[in-house]
């Protein structure tokens, strides 16, 4: 990943939470071609020490490449805007501001009993803040027993992890303000977010 030396974050701890509040990602990996899926993928550890685990269909192009030890890249996106420069007190390009986290992983097979434990997990992780939660062990079984052999369980050991946070740092406190008083006039929750990332780059 293209990773300018001013946006670069090394720190840990703000990489694994950052996995943890965007969980959607996109996997890719090298088959005949380059091939993409976009799944949700968790963690499971800690900031020190992870792994990331998810599952496809079978019925995926990526399938016949699910081998132990297969190399795939993992991109989570966070929060991005447009930030155009007619919003600068100086002439200046219109750019891009946004953050990213890229894990470079060894993947490898889970077993049934695996891929059981992990959709469990899977479930839980994204019904637990709804208002009446349906869990693994609701789903009726005959449903679980007609999709469980069509799916294909893997964990995937990172062996680089690069990621980026562009919110402007370079800029000075005025053109910043400029920034976030925009963006907070284009009614786009996404926009919104933005905005606390970039205040939060120029505490």
């Known amino acids: 990943m293209y990773c300018p030396e001013q946006y670069s974050k090394q720190d840990k701890k703000y990489r694994y939470d950052f996995l943890q509040q965007y969980p959607f990602a996109t996997m890719v990996l090298q088959g005949e071609s380059l091939l993409a899926t976009h799944i949700p993928v968790l963690t499971k550890g800690g900031p020190e ?54 894990i470079n992983a060894k993947i490898y097979r889970q077993t049934a009993a695996q891929l059981e434990t992990s959709l469990q997990e899977l479930v839980y992780f994204f019904e637990k803040d709804q208002e009446k939660p349906n869990y693994y062990h609701d789903i009726p079984q005959k449903l679980i027993q007609e999709h469980f052999p069509r799916i294909t369980g893997f964990t995937a050991k990172p062996t680089k992890i690069q990621a980026i946070a562009k919110y402007h740092q370079d800029f000075d406190s005025e053109n910043v303000k400029n920034i976030c ?21 120029h505490e």
């Open 181 to 201: 008083r925009k963006l907070s006039t284009t009614n786009n929750a996404m926009d919104d977010q933005v905005i606390k990332n970039i205040k939060k780059e």
């Open 49 to 102: 020490d992870f792994y990331l685990y998810s599952h496809i269909a079978n019925s995926n192009p990526q399938y016949a490449h699910i081998e132990d030890g297969t190399e795939a890249l993992f991109i989570f996106q966070g929060p991005h805007a447009y930030i155009s420069s007619s919003w600068y007190t100086h002439d200046d390009i219109s750019t891009w501001d946004y953050a990213a986290v890229h």
